[in-house]
């Protein structure tokens, strides 16, 4: 395995982290889940992402009670705050009353005195910038948080409250959590290079595409019963990927991942990882077989021929807009 700095932070993390998003606490049972997690730590990966909304804090308890079987000071905690925890409308936002008690809240589902990198979900239109990152800073202060980053911030977002940061010398900001795979691209714009000036490494969810850069949909054919297309819970985030045009592509991309001795799966994380700006990349498991695939992409090199290669192929799909 290898690691990154977060951002322009001295904080290490593997380029490979493994998240809870859609499974732990929810679809996957707690015992694997944990089984999934042991995996990770052993082959390396030390960057662990979760959210107080992943099925309401059961996530975090999962991840906490995976966890205490190592040294605190041996693994990188990250969750989240912003969607709602409750009925009441102060329940949810990034409001201080709302950073502040879902900072306690999550430090007691996970079982830990500190949390490594605390993210705002999303950006919250109804409170000051300011107001949250004073909050943030504060929380850094207590020794509750180490470091604060954000998730699926527009460039214009990033950068305002990057200003505020140096306006009143609050800690920075150290990342950016957004959706980023061979089919969603939309950051490369303008999110990474704004990042890329803040100092702010991006940490991106979703790199196979909810499993579509596994190769496992073939176009014209049945989704495979055992497929997360195929789970009624949850196949609304991927069925937007499910295109002749787009399956078609995926063929390609597995036979040239096939010619370079990779896993499909690996060459798209290996793709994700060319970017100097990426600090890591989140992958999603229900088995720990899973894991031990994709964590061979860290490391890999792709040469100029092979990514423009990549680049043709990708050129005859559309690109995505992802709605999260």
């Given at each position: 395995?290898?690691?990154?700095?977060?951002?322009?932070?001295?904080?290490?993390?593997?380029?490979?982290?493994?998240?809870?998003?859609?499974?732990?606490?929810?679809?996957?049972?707690?015992?694997?889940?944990?089984?999934?997690?042991?995996?990770?730590?052993?082959?390396?990966?030390?960057?662990?992402?979760?959210?107080?909304?992943?099925?309401?804090?059961?996530?975090?308890?999962?991840?906490?009670?995976?966890?205490?079987?190592?040294?605190?000071?041996?693994?990188?905690?990250?969750?989240?705050?912003?969607?709602?925890?409750?009925?009441?409308?102060?329940?949810?936002?990034?409001?201080?009353?709302?950073?502040?008690?879902?900072?306690?809240?999550?430090?007691?589902?996970?079982?830990?005195?500190?949390?490594?990198?605390?993210?705002?979900?999303?950006?919250?239109?109804?409170?000051?910038?300011?107001?949250?990152?004073?909050?943030?800073?504060?929380?850094?202060?207590?020794?509750?948080?180490?470091?604060?980053?954000?998730?699926?911030?527009?460039?214009?977002?990033?950068?305002?409250?990057?200003?505020?940061?140096?306006?009143?010398?609050?800690?920075?900001?150290?990342?950016?959590?957004?959706?980023?795979?061979?089919?969603?691209?939309?950051?490369?714009?303008?999110?990474?290079?704004?990042?890329?000036k803040e100092g702010i490494g991006q940490v991106v969810f979703s790199p196979l595409a909810q499993g579509i850069l596994t190769g496992k949909y073939k176009p014209g054919k049945q989704l495979p019963n055992d497929?997360?297309?195929?789970?009624?819970?949850?196949?609304?985030?991927?069925?937007?990927?499910?295109?002749?045009?787009?399956?078609?592509?995926?063929?390609?991309?597995?036979?040239?991942?096939?010619e370079l001795g990779l896993q499909l799966s690996q060459l798209a994380i290996a793709w994700i990882l060319r970017q100097p700006g990426v600090s890591s990349a989140i992958i999603g498991a229900s088995r720990p077989?899973?894991?031990?695939e994709n964590v061979k992409a860290s490391g890999v090199v792709l040469t100029e021929d092979v990514l423009t290669e990549i680049e043709s192929i990708l050129n005859e799909v559309d690109r995505f807009v992802p709605?999260?």
């Amino acid at each position: 395995m290898k690691y990154r700095r977060l951002g322009n932070s001295g904080l290490k993390v593997s380029e490979i982290a493994l998240g809870s998003w859609l499974t732990y606490g929810e679809t996957v049972e707690q015992e694997n889940a944990i089984n999934c997690i042991h995996q990770a730590y052993e082959l390396g990966i030390n960057f662990f992402d979760t959210a107080n909304a992943y099925n309401r804090g059961e996530a975090e308890k999962v991840v906490g009670k995976a966890l205490k079987d190592y040294e605190r000071s041996s693994y990188v905690l990250a969750t989240k705050l912003y969607f709602p925890m409750g009925d009441e409308p102060n329940q949810r936002g990034l409001s201080r009353k709302a950073v502040i008690e879902q900072c306690d809240a999550s430090l007691k589902r996970l079982g830990v005195e500190y949390i490594d990198l605390y993210q705002c979900h999303r950006f919250d239109t109804e409170t000051p910038v300011e107001e949250t990152l004073r909050a943030l800073d504060d929380l850094v202060s207590q020794g509750k948080i180490l470091y604060y980053g954000v998730s699926e911030w527009s460039a214009q977002q990033i950068q305002q409250a990057a200003d505020i940061v140096k306006q009143y010398r609050l800690h920075p900001i150290v990342s950016n959590q957004p959706i980023y795979n061979m089919l969603v691209r939309y950051i490369e714009k303008e999110v990474l290079p704004v990042s890329v000036k803040e100092g702010i490494g991006q940490v991106v969810f979703s790199p196979l595409a909810q499993g579509i850069l596994t190769g496992k949909y073939k176009p014209g054919k049945q989704l495979p019963n055992d497929s997360r297309a195929a789970n009624n819970q949850i196949n609304r985030w991927i069925q937007s990927y499910l295109r002749d045009d787009v399956l078609s592509c995926i063929q390609r991309l597995e036979n040239l991942s096939s010619e370079l001795g990779l896993q499909l799966s690996q060459l798209a994380i290996a793709w994700i990882l060319r970017q100097p700006g990426v600090s890591s990349a989140i992958i999603g498991a229900s088995r720990p077989s899973q894991i031990a695939e994709n964590v061979k992409a860290s490391g890999v090199v792709l040469t100029e021929d092979v990514l423009t290669e990549i680049e043709s192929i990708l050129n005859e799909v559309d690109r995505f807009v992802p709605i999260w």
